[in-house]
């Protein structure tokens, strides 16, 4: 800024050791980029220097750093956050596809177990597939029947009890034409 350039600015400069240092390097007419960095009023800066031959002049820019690093920032930035809304869109795609093919199987075959348990002989999961899943379901629901058929031959039976505290049990088949009483 031109209201930096007053004499107090300049004797400032000569203070700085890295300045000075900086000030007496060798330079070509090929632009070059020192590689220590220069401190000055509290902000770092990289130098480049190149040599006017034509006027006699030495030229020398002081880069802030932070005015480099910048651009590099937002991309490290924005990389960052690509990567992070990656991440989280590959997590909810894999919790979907969990959700979908284990949870939600696995909530089907417990809701049958439960129905069954609570009296629902004819409730059956009818999963389908070839995972562990499907042949659970597929065992339990063979289970399942084959109980169904057991109790189904099996006698129902019944007991009574008499005025006289005795019981009496009546055994109750299936078919309606067999009734037997025994005393």
């Known amino acids: 800024k031109p209201e930096n ?3 107090e600015f300049f004797k400032k400069l000569g203070k700085e050791p890295q300045l000075a240092k900086l000030l007496k390097q060798t330079l070509t007419s090929n632009s070059q980029a020192f590689e220590q960095k220069i401190s000055f009023e509290g902000r770092q800066y990289l130098a480049i220097g190149t040599e006017l031959s034509a006027i006699g002049w030495r030229y020398f820019r002081l880069i802030p750093e932070d005015e480099v690093l910048a651009p590099m920032r937002k ?10 809304a990656t991440g989280l869109l590959i997590g909810g795609l894999i919790d979907f596809i ?3 093919q284990i949870v939600s199987r696995i909530k089907v075959l417990a809701n049958t177990l439960r129905n069954y348990s609570h009296g629902a002989l004819d409730a059956r999961s009818n ?11 597929r065992e339990l629901d063979a289970m399942a029947s084959q109980l169904k058929s057991t109790l189904d031959t099996l006698p129902d039976i019944l007991f009574d009890l008499g005025l006289d505290g005795r019981y009496y049990a009546c055994l109750l088949y299936t ?6 009483l025994n005393r």
Do not use: N
Request: glycine share 4%.
């Open 127 to 137: 999963l389908t597939g070839s995972d562990e899943i499907a042949h659970v379901s």
């Open 98 to 100: 969990v959700e979908r």
């Open 75 to 84: 991309i490290f930035y924005t990389m960052l956050a690509m990567m992070l």
């Open 175 to 180: 078919s309606p034409s067999s009734f037997t």
């Open 5 to 7: 350039f007053k004499p």
